[in-house]
C-alpha cells in the first residue's frame, strides 16, 4: 500500500496576515474580533438603513402634523370642556369632530395672519404699515368670531365654545399646545436647526 504523506500548511500560508502585523507573525483569533465585527456591522447596516429611509414606508410630514395637531386639540379641548362650564360638547365624537373643524378654521387664519403679517414688513410707507396693522388686528378679532360661527352653524346647540373670552383662551391654548408638542416630537437634527 503506498504511504500517503499528509503536509500541513504554516497558518501563514492558509490565512492572510492582518494588516498591522509584522510578516511571519500571527495574530490570536481575539485581534480579528472587533475587525469581523465591524465589517459585519457594515455589511448590515446598508439593508437596515435602506429598509428604514424607504420612501414607500414613510409618512408625509405635513399629513403626521396635521394629525398629531386634530390630537392635541382633541385634549385641549375636552379639558375645556371639563373645567370650564361655559365650553360643552355632548359626546367625545362631537369633541373630535369639533377638533378637525377647529383645525380646519384655525389653519385657514393662521395663513390669513401670515398674509398679513408679509404685506406689514413689505410695506414701505407709514399709511401701509397702519392699513396693514388694522388688518391684523381685524384678522385676530375677528377669526374669534368665525371660529364660534362656524361651530355654531355646524353644530348647533351640541358644541359650544362659549363667548368670547372663553373662545379666546381656547384658541391660545389650542395653538399654545400645538407648538409645544410640535416641538417635543421634533428630531434632535431639526431642533438643532430650528425647524419645526
Known amino acids: 500500500m503506498p504511504s500517503t504523506k499528509t503536509v500541513l500548511a504554516e497558518p501563514s500560508q492558509c490565512f492572510p496576515p492582518s494588516p498591522g502585523l509584522l510578516p511571519g507573525t500571527a495574530a490570536a483569533y481575539s485581534d480579528h474580533v472587533p475587525d469581523q465585527v465591524q465589517e459585519a456591522a457594515d455589511r448590515v447596516e446598508p439593508h437596515v438603513a435602506a429598509a428604514v429611509e424607504d420612501p414607500a414606508d414613510q409618512v408625509e410630514p405635513r399629513f403626521a402634523a396635521a394629525i398629531v395637531d386634530v390630537f392635541v386639540y382633541v385634549v385641549v379641548l375636552n379639558l375645556f370642556v371639563e373645567y370650564l362650564p361655559t365650553v360643552i360638547s355632548e359626546t367625545f365624537t362631537l369633541s373630535l369632530l369639533t377638533a378637525v373643524l377647529l383645525k380646519g378654521v384655525l389653519e385657514i387664519v ?36 368665525l371660529v ?13 365654545l362659549g363667548g368670547f373670552f372663553s373662545v379666546t383662551a381656547l384658541i391660545l391654548a389650542l395653538l399654545l399646545s400645538r407648538a409645544a408638542v410640535r416641538r417635543l416630537l421634533r428630531r434632535p437634527y431639526q431642533r438643532a436647526q430650528g425647524q419645526v
Open 110 to 145: 393662521v395663513a390669513a395672519k401670515n398674509w398679513v403679517k408679509a404685506r406689514f414688513r413689505a410695506a414701505s410707507t407709514p399709511i401701509g404699515k397702519v392699513v396693514a396693522a388694522v388688518m391684523l388686528w381685524a384678522v385676530l378679532f375677528g377669526s374669534k368670531f
Open 148 to 160: 364660534l360661527e362656524v361651530v355654531a352653524l355646524v353644530f348647533g346647540d351640541r358644541v359650544s
